[in-house]
């Protein structure tokens, strides 16, 4: 038995599914596929008690920079916003 019949946000229905997580620490960022009941109407996800122990070990390590047994994916970039030129902003119109 599911531990919310409805999405505890809006009411919504939920539904299984697999997702990917997003996990920051320190300047590491990892990504793990983990299963989640996912509400269709908000998007709201919940995670078993056993995903969300396994998400701060996670971010543990990568404060603590254990990364070792993690499998490098590329590198992360942190974008400034873009700021409007008002020069720019006159020629494009």
């Known amino acids: 038995m599911k531990p919310f019949e409805k999405c505890p946000v809006c009411n919504g229905e939920i539904v299984e599914k697999e997702v990917e997580k997003l996990l920051r620490g320190g300047i590491h960022t990892a990504v793990i596929s983990v299963h989640a009941e996912v509400c269709l109407h908000c998007g709201e996800r919940l995670y078993s008690h056993e995903t969300v122990i396994q998400f701060e ?5 990568l404060k603590r920079q254990e990364v070792s047994e993690f499998e490098l994916l590329g590198k992360s970039f942190r974008v400034n ?3 409007e030129d008002k020069h720019l902003r006159g020629a494009a119109m």
């Open 57 to 61: 070990q996670i971010r543990n390590k």
């Open 81 to 83: 916003p873009i700021h």
